[in-house]
């Protein structure tokens, strides 16, 4: 059974940061692309990033400098660093996982909130 646990969520105020985790089981992890997305009140659920097997990041164009996604294959777990916090990155963060090779192979977590307020 495929379980993604997040935490580290909460209320921060604008310009901290936060450090979200995703402890991940059931699967290979080294194996998977892992990946953050969020979604906020009354939109789709947007990529923030996503991490291949090997190290390598990719990132939404319009988040890039204050997000940093990293993993660690040992712990099973991946990580998404959000720093300069806003108040429109309050959302849902989603943490996933995807075999690289088989599509049907796509994993979610239950989602942490993030509120950035004053």
Known sequence: QVQLVESG???VQPGGSLRLSCAAS????????????RQ????????????????STMYADSLKGRFT???????NTVYLQINSLKPEDTAIYY??????????????????????SS
């Not at 906020?40 to 190290?55: F, N, S």
């Not at 994993?107 to 942490?112: A, I, R, V």
């Open 9 to 11: 969520g909460g209320l």
């Open 26 to 37: 059931g699967i290979i992890f080294s194996v998977y692309y892992m990946g953050w997305y």
């Open 40 to 55: 906020a009140p009354g939109k789709q659920r947007e990529l923030v990033a996503v991490i291949r097997g090997g190290g």
């Open 69 to 75: 996604i990293s993993r660690d294959n040992a712990k």
């Open 95 to 116: 943490c996933n996982a995807e075999h690289p090779s088989y599509s049907s192979l796509r994993y979610w977590g239950q989602g942490t909130q993030v509120t950035v």
